[in-house]
C-alpha cells in the first residue's frame, strides 16, 4: 500500500499554510506552516488536540473561514491549482462538485425551518446537466441510481444538449437519486425522513443526512470534521462503519479530522498529527502506533488505555496547550517536551522523512 | 475582599472593552457627542440666555408687550415664501419669533434644559421602580409573580400614549402631574424585561451555589443577580430616554401644558398650530431640535445594545 | 398544552383584562377626585345650577361610583354605552365610534403596508451590509424614523407637499381630512366602498387623502421594523446552518432568500402584527394633525372633555385589538416556526 500512494500524485497538497486570527486581544497564530498531502482514494486522519488547528484547516480548505481570518503564507493545492487563489464563484463550483464537508454537530448544522426534502434536494438540484441526461438515460430505458449517477460525473456529454426536459422530470430524479443516497446511508423509511424536519430526527440519523448531503455531489474530496464527536459511542461505531462501506463503494479522497486516536485507527490509512498549529508527524497508521517519533505522539499512544493491560498507569502530557497570541518560539511543543533541546526553543523543524512514507517534524531525528 | 477586586477588575475589563467597540462604531460616537453637546447646552442655559425673557417682569398671565409675533425677518437668507409677515426692526431673530414675540431661539435654548431634565427624571424613576418591582416579583415567584405580571398585562393592553392623556387629564396640568404621569405609564415594560431577567438568572447554577453557601434572599437577589442582568435595562433605559422625551412634549404638544407660554419644546410647537403655512418656523424649529436630541440619544442606545449584545462580542 | 386550551387560557385572561381595564379607566374618569367632572362632557357655561344639577341626575351621576358602575356594565351588555357629550352632539358613544373606526382602519392598513415595503429591506440590506456605508445609512434613516415627533412630521409633511407644492405649481397632495366626495355606505371604508359603488374618483380622491398621514404614521414605524429585521439577520447569518448552506455550494442569494430569511422574519412578522393593532387604536397624533376623522381624534377630545362614555368604549375595544392581536401573533409563532409544538 505504501509503495502504491508513493507513485500516485497527491490529490490535495498543502504547502506552509500560515493563518492568523484577528481578534481585541492580539493576532492569534493558528496555523503555523501547515503541511500535508492527501492521496487520492485514502482516508487521512488528521489527530491533534481542541484548538490545534484541524477544524480551522478544514474550513481553509473548503474556503468557509470567518471574516476575521487572514492567510498570511502558504498554499493549498487541489489536482494542481492553488485554491487559495480562486474567485469567489470558482470556490463555489469547487464545493459544488468537488469537495465535501461534514461538520460535528448535525443539531445546528441543520436548517430548522426547512424540510429535509428541501435541504436534500437542493445539493443535487445543482446538478442539473447530469440530471438532465439521467432522465433521458432513463427514457430510453437504462436504470439510473445513485452509481450511475456517479460515473456520470466529470463525463461530458454532448449530444443531447437540446433536448429539452422538463422540471418536473428533474424533480423526480432527484427526488429518486435523493431516496437512493439515503438507503446508501443506511437510513430506514428514507420517505418519511424527508417528509421531517431536522428536530424529528436522531442525532444518528442527522448525521447519516449529513453524509448523504455529502454523497449527493460526488465529491472528490470529503472532509470529515469531528463527525463522530457528538455522538454516543454506539451510534459512533455505526457511523464509522457505515464510512468504511461507503470507503468501498465511493472512491473519494477523506480528511477525517478527530481528536479520538481510536477513531483514526479505526479507520485511516494514515495519521497525521497536529499540534498548535502544524503537522509534527505523519504516517501510516500501523507505523505511527508501532513505532510514534515524535514526542507528542509518543505521549499521546501512553495516554490511551491499553486493553490489553489494563492496570498499566496512563501518563498525561504536562502542562497546557499554548496560548496562540504568543506561542512559543521555535518547535511549539517545546515547553512541554521532555527531549527539548536548545536548538528546540530557537528554530522550528521541518517534516522531514525518517523511514518510507513516515515523516517527522522534530529535532531529534535530524 | 481578593475576590471583590477580581470581580471589580474583571467588569473594569468588560467596560474597557465595551469602550472600544463603541469607539469602532463612527455613529454612535456622533450621537454621543451632539448628546454630550445638548447635555451641555442644557446645564449653560439658564446662563447663557436671561430665563426673563420667556417671563417679561410685570406680564403674567401671557399678555406680552412685544408686537412682533409670529415675524421673520425680512433680511434673512432663509425665504419661506408667500403669506409670511416679515420684521423690519432692529433686531434679528435667527429663527424667527413665536406667537408672543420672544425670540424662538433663546426660547429653544431655555427650552432644552427643561425638557432634558423631566425626561431624566422620568426615565430614571420609572426604570428605577419598574426594575425593583420586576426583580422582586419575579424573584419570589407563586402569586406575586402572577399578580405583578397581570398588572402588567392590563397596562400593556393601552399605547402609551393613551394611558399617558388618561392620566395627565385626571393628575391636573402641571409639569410635575404630567411626570408622574409618564413614569405611571412607563415603569411596566422595565418591569417585564427584568422579570425575564431574573427568571432566567435564578435557574443558574451560581444561584444554587449560593443558596447552598447560605447567603439570604435578599443578598442573591441584590448583590449577585441584578449586576448580572442590569445591562439589557441600561440599553433600554437610555434608548426610552428619546422616547420619553418625545412623549412628553407631544402631551405639552396636545394641550397638557399648565401655561401656553413654559419654554418646552412642545409646548412651543403648539403656539404655531394654526399657522403652519404662514409661519412654519414655530413647529419647525423645536420640533428638529426634539429630533436631533432623541435622534442623538437613540444612536447611543441603539449602539449599546449592538455592544452589549453578549453573542457579538468575541 | 393543546393549541385550543392554549387560546381558551389567553380569552380567559382577556375578560379579567378587560373587568381590569374598565374598572380602573371608569373610577379614573368618573370617580377621581381631582379629575374632570364627568358630568363635564354633557353642559355648556351658559348653564344654570338647576340645569347642572339635572343633568346630573339624569346621566345618575350622583349616585355612589359602584352603583354607577353596575348600572353601567347592565347597559353595556344590552348594548347600550351611553351618550356622548356635547362634542359629538349627543349621539350614542358606540354609533360616533363606529362612525370614525373604519377612517382608523384604513389608516391603519395603508401605514402598514408602508412600513413593511420600507421596513423589511431596510433590515435585510442593513444585515447583509453590516458596518459598511448602506448599514450606517440604513440606520440613521431607521432611528430618525422613531426619534421624530409624530406631530412635527405630519406638519413638514403638509408645508412641502401641499403648500409648497401648490406654491411652486407642482400637484399637490390633500392636506387633511378624508376625501369628501362620497360617502362609505356598504363596508364603511371608503376606499373599498368607492370601488364597490364604481365610483371611482371617490376612492382615488381618498387615496390621495390617505398618502400623507399613512407615510406620516409608517415613518416612526418603519425605523422599529428595520432594526428587528437588521437583528434578527444577524443572528440567523451567524447560525451553523448558514455555514452548512454555504458548504453545499448554494449561490450566495439561495443561502439569503431559502435558509436566511424565513428564520429571520418570523419575529418580524410577529412584529407587524403588534405594530398594526397598536396603530388601530392609538394614531391619535397623526389623526390630529391632518385632521383625519379616525377614533383616535375622537378619542382626544373626548378625553379632553372628560367623557366617560366614550372613553370607556375606546379603552375597551382597545384592549380586545390589543389582546387578540397578541393571542393570534402567538398562535402565529407556533405555525411558522416547525421547532414550537402546542
Request: charged share 20%.
Amino acid at each position: 500500500m505504501d509503495k502504491k500512494q508513493g507513485e500516485h500524485q497527491p490529490i490535495l497538497e498543502i504547502k506552509n499554510l500560515k493563518l492568523n486570527f484577528h481578534t481585541y486581544l492580539g493576532e492569534v497564530k493558528a496555523l503555523n506552516g501547515v503541511n500535508l498531502k492527501l492521496y487520492p482514494e485514502e482516508v487521512l486522519a488528521l489527530v491533534g488536540e481542541s484548538g490545534c488547528g484541524k477544524s480551522v484547516t478544514a474550513l481553509a480548505i473548503i474556503g468557509l473561514l470567518p471574516e476575521n481570518a487572514h492567510i498570511t503564507e502558504g498554499e493549498i493545492l487541489f489536482k494542481g491549482e492553488n485554491l487559495l487563489k480562486k474567485s469567489k464563484e470558482e470556490m463555489r463550483k469547487f464545493r459544488m462538485t468537488e469537495c465535501a464537508i461534514v461538520f460535528q454537530d448535525p443539531a445546528t448544522y441543520l436548517n430548522p425551518v426547512l424540510k429535509m426534502e428541501t435541504q436534500l434536494k437542493e445539493v443535487i438540484l445543482l446538478h442539473k446537466e447530469d440530471l438532465k441526461r439521467a432522465v433521458i438515460a432513463e427514457e430510453k430505458g437504462e436504470k439510473i441510481g445513485y452509481e450511475e449517477f456517479l460515473a456520470m460525473k466529470n463525463v461530458v456529454d454532448k449530444q443531447n444538449k437540446n433536448y429539452k426536459v422538463s422540471q418536473k422530470k428533474i424533480n423526480e430524479m432527484a427526488e429518486k437519486l435523493i431516496l437512493d443516497i439515503l438507503k446508501l446511508v443506511k437510513l430506514p423509511d428514507p420517505q418519511r425522513i424527508l417528509k421531517s424536519y431536522p428536530h424529528e430526527l436522531s442525532g444518528g440519523m442527522k448525521q447519516r443526512t449529513m453524509i448523504a448531503m455529502a454523497l449527493a455531489r460526488r465529491p472528490s474530496l470529503f472532509l470529515a470534521d469531528e463527525i463522530t464527536t457528538a455522538l454516543d459511542v454506539t451510534i459512533q461505531a455505526q457511523i464509522l462503519y457505515l464510512l468504511k462501506e461507503l470507503r468501498k463503494k465511493i472512491a473519494t479522497s477523506t480528511l477525517m479530522i478527530t481528536h479520538d486516536l481510536s477513531v483514526a485507527a479505526e479507520i485511516a490509512d494514515r495519521i497525521a498529527v497536529m499540534y498548535a498549529g502544524n503537522v509534527v508527524e505523519v504516517g501510516p497508521t500501523r507505523a505511527i502506533f508501532k513505532e510514534p517519533f515524535h514526542p507528542y505522539t509518543q505521549m499521546l499512544l501512553k495516554a490511551i488505555p491499553n486493553i490489553r493491560n489494563p492496570t498499566t498507569r496512563l501518563e498525561s502530557i504536562p502542562g497546557t496547550v499554548p496560548e496562540m497570541i504568543n506561542p512559543p518560539p521555535g518547535c511549539r511543543f517545546n515547553p512541554r517536551c521532555s527531549f527539548a533541546m536548545d536548538v528546540c526553543r530557537k528554530d522550528k523543524p521541518e517534516l522531514k522523512e525518517v523511514k518510507m512514507g513516515h515523516e517527522v517534524a522534530c529535532h531529534l531525528y535530524e | 475582599m481578593k475576590t471583590r477586586r477580581g470581580e471589580w477588575e474583571a467588569r473594569l475589563a468588560d467596560i474597557k472593552y465595551s469602550l472600544y467597540l463603541l469607539r469602532k462604531n463612527p455613529l454612535v460616537m456622533a450621537g454621543t457627542l451632539i448628546a454630550a453637546f445638548f447635555i451641555l447646552l442644557a446645564l449653560l442655559a439658564n446662563i447663557i440666555v436671561d430665563p426673563k425673557l420667556a417671563y417679561p417682569e410685570g406680564y403674567p398671565g401671557g399678555m406680552y408687550p412685544f408686537e412682533r409675533k409670529y415675524v421673520w425677518n425680512a433680511n434673512h437668507f432663509i425665504q419661506w415664501g408667500p403669506g409670511v409677515s416679515l420684521y423690519y426692526g432692529p433686531e434679528f431673530f435667527p429663527l424667527g419669533t413665536d406667537s408672543y414675540g420672544r425670540d424662538l431661539l433663546k426660547m429653544i435654548i431655555l427650552a432644552i434644559p427643561v425638557d432634558l431634565y423631566y425626561a431624566t427624571i422620568i426615565t430614571i424613576v420609572s426604570a428605577i421602580i419598574g426594575t425593583l418591582i420586576g426583580a422582586v416579583a419575579s424573584y419570589a415567584g407563586g402569586i406575586a409573580d402572577e399578580i405583578v405580571l397581570r398588572i402588567t398585562d392590563v397596562f400593556f393592553a393601552f399605547p402609551a400614549l393613551v394611558l399617558a392623556l388618561v392620566f395627565a387629564s385626571i393628575l391636573g396640568r402641571s409639569l410635575e402631574t404630567l411626570t408622574l404621569a409618564l413614569i405611571l405609564v412607563w415603569w411596566p415594560p422595565y418591569t417585564r424585561l427584568m422579570r425575564g431577567q431574573v427568571l432566567s438568572e435564578k435557574e443558574k447554577p451560581y444561584v444554587e451555589a449560593l443558596k447552598a453557601l447560605g447567603a439570604s434572599n435578599i443578598r442573591i437577589l441584590f448583590r449577585h443577580i441584578i449586576p448580572n442582568a442590569i445591562f439589557p435595562i441600561l440599553v433600554q433605559a437610555t434608548m426610552d430616554f428619546g422616547g420619553v422625551i418625545l412623549t412628553f412634549s407631544a402631551l405639552m404638544f396636545l394641550g397638557f401644558s399648565p401655561s401656553p407660554a413654559i419654554p418646552e419644546l412642545g409646548n412651543l410647537a403648539a403656539d404655531g398650530y394654526g399657522h403652519i403655512f404662514d409661519a412654519p418656523w414655530v413647529i419647525l424649529f423645536p420640533g428638529l431640535t426634539m429630533l436631533i436630541i432623541s435622534l442623538a440619544f437613540n444612536l447611543v442606545g441603539d449602539g449599546l445594545r449592538d455592544v452589549l449584545d453578549p453573542r457579538l462580542r468575541r | 398544552m393543546k393549541l385550543y386550551e392554549y387560546i381558551i387560557r389567553r380569552l380567559i385572561l382577556l375578560i379579567f383584562v378587560l373587568f381590569a381595564v374598565s374598572i380602573l379607566v371608569f373610577y379614573f374618569t368618573r370617580g377621581f377626585p381631582r379629575g374632570i367632572a364627568p358630568w363635564a362632557a354633557y353642559i355648556h357655561p351658559k348653564m344654570t345650577a338647576e340645569q347642572i344639577q339635572q343633568v346630573i341626575k339624569e346621566h345618575g351621576f350622583d349616585r355612589p361610583i359602584y352603583e354607577q358602575y353596575f348600572y353601567w356594565l347592565r347597559d353595556v351588555l344590552r348594548g347600550d354605552w351611553g351618550l356622548t357629550g356635547a362634542w359629538a352632539q349627543g349621539k350614542p358613544a358606540n354609533e360616533v365610534f363606529f362612525n370614525h373606526f373604519p377612517y382608523t382602519v384604513e389608516l391603519s392598513v395603508f401605514a402598514t403596508i408602508i412600513t413593511v415595503a420600507i421596513g423589511l429591506p431596510m433590515g435585510i440590506i442593513s444585515a447583509l451590509k453590516n458596518n459598511k456605508l448602506p448599514d450606517h445609512v440604513c440606520r440613521v434613516i431607521a432611528l430618525a424614523g422613531y426619534s421624530t415627533p409624530a406631530y412635527w412630521f405630519g406638519f413638514m409633511l403638509q408645508l412641502v407637499f401641499f403648500y409648497y407644492f401648490s406654491v411652486w405649481g407642482l400637484p399637490n397632495l390633500p392636506s387633511s381630512g378624508a376625501s369628501t366626495l362620497g360617502k362609505p355606505n356598504i363596508t364603511g371604508l371608503p376606499i373599498l366602498d368607492g370601488l364597490l359603488t364604481g365610483n371611482f374618483v371617490y376612492a382615488w380622491d381618498e387615496f390621495l387623502h390617505l398618502i400623507l398621514p399613512s407615510f406620516s404614521l409608517a415613518f416612526i414605524s418603519l425605523g422599529f421594523l428595520a432594526r428587528i429585521v437588521r437583528a434578527s439577520m444577524l443572528e440567523v447569518l451567524r447560525q451553523d446552518y448558514i455555514v452548512m448552506a454555504r458548504s453545499k455550494g448554494l449561490k450566495e442569494r439561495v443561502v439569503i432568500y431559502r435558509h436566511a430569511l424565513k428564520n429571520a422574519l418570523i419575529p418580524a412578522v410577529t412584529l407587524t402584527g403588534i405594530f398594526f393593532a397598536n396603530l388601530l387604536g392609538g394614531a391619535m397624533i397623526t389623526e390630529y394633525v391632518f385632521s383625519w376623522p379616525g377614533v383616535g381624534q375622537q378619542a382626544l377630545r373626548a378625553i379632553f372633555q372628560g367623557d366617560s362614555n366614550f372613553i370607556l368604549l375606546y379603552s375597551l375595544v382597545f384592549a380586545v385589538i390589543i389582546v387578540l392581536a397578541n393571542l393570534v401573533v402567538d398562535v402565529l409563532y407556533a405555525f411558522l416556526d416547525p421547532r414550537i409544538k402546542y
